[in-house]
């Protein structure tokens, strides 16, 4: 009799094998001829060796599959380890239902997470075959929470090494000594919309690990001075409000095999008004360099409520009013 350690982590055994276990229960169904017990974040399996080598290849098949899309479900099971569906139906998409634009990846509970417009869709191919790409449109238009799915993709594949998301925070003010709490406490409200989209595509367990472990780093965009970020995908969210220095600071912190991705809504500055945005004047000078692509998205790339398509275009008609009258 021979035995074999395979270990879970940085999964949770919860996350991936349920509460009960009942996953797990699943999976000896398939081996009989097996002892398997989950022991910490490592599952023990216990038999002859030919029947562990086969156990061995196919929990490293479930556990990739679980790493690819976040979630393990009987059918998946079923599938891996029966051999009982294809490889499109397993993930969930086959032939007759196959998406009109490419999954980027699977997100929490199997949530599949894609670009669901033209644009977005002209953004994805753009970051994956240029290093520099500015995405200007308004808000809810995608431009940050399909960044930042690219930038979970690329470190799943080990395509880099971390993820740097970055805010100017201006309405916190450059201090922020007055804020109560630590420097955590101060900029997590501001560095809201950033977790969100993260924990619609990294389970909550493993988010925190990463987080904690800095291979996911969330911070102010003061705190990029004097850094070279290599083998990183760094975002730039709400570039809107970085100040024409704080946008050259930024753009050369760019290393050796790093993504960066700048966002912003030109129309929205909240920079005070002796001060320019570092994006507009970015977008003036930049266009004309090779390997920096800008996409723009609009108003019917807005995929938040109805009504907020419609707020962003009364608000642009007012502003062209305005500028006509003047």
Request: hydrophobic share 40%; charged share 25%.
């Amino acid at each position: 009799m021979s035995e074999i350690l395979i270990h879970t982590a940085p999964h949770h055994p919860i996350d991936v094998f349920g509460l009960e276990e009942e996953k797990l229960g699943r999976i000896r169904r398939f081996f009989p001829q097996l002892n398997i017990i989950l022991r910490g974040d490592s599952i023990k399996a216990v038999g002859d060796t030919a029947h562990l080598t086969d156990f061995e290849e196919k929990m490293r098949l479930v556990l990739f599959h679980f790493e690819r899309f976040n979630r393990l479900t009987e059918a998946d099971i079923d599938a891996i380890l029966g051999e009982s569906k294809s490889e499109n139906e397993t993930q969930g998409e086959s032939e007759t239902e196959k998406p009109a634009t490419p999954l980027i990846l699977m997100g929490v509970n199997g949530k599949p997470v894609r670009a669901l417009t033209a644009n977005q869709q002209k953004l994805v191919e753009s970051v994956n075959k240029t290093d520099m790409v500015f995405a200007i449109g308004p808000a809810g238009s995608g431009k940050t929470y399909t960044a930042v799915a690219l930038a979970v993709k690329a470190l799943k594949e080990k395509q880099v090494k971390r993820i740097i998301l970055t805010r100017p925070a201006v309405e916190a003010g450059e201090n922020l000594g007055f804020l109560p709490g630590d420097m955590k406490e101060k900029l997590d409200p501001y560095m809201q919309p950033l977790y969100d989209a993260l924990r619609d595509m990294i389970p909550y367990r493993k988010l925190l690990s990463l987080l904690e472990e800095s291979t996911i780093e969330i911070a102010p965009l003061a705190f990029m001075r004097g850094r070279t970020l290599d083998h990183a995908f760094v975002i730039l969210d709400e570039a809107q409000n970085a100040t024409e220095s704080q946008m050259k600071m930024f753009l050369t912190r760019m290393g050796k095999n790093a993504k960066f991705v700048i966002t912003g809504d030109i129309t929205q500055a909240d920079l005070p008004r002796h001060q320019r945005s570092g994006l507009v004047q970015a977008c003036h000078i930049l266009k004309a360099i090779p390997g920096i692509t800008f996409v723009e998205l609009t108003g019917k790339d807005v995929v938040r409520h109805r009504l907020v398509a419609r707020i962003i275009e009364a608000y642009a008609k007012q502003q062209e009013e305005n500028q006509t009258a003047r």
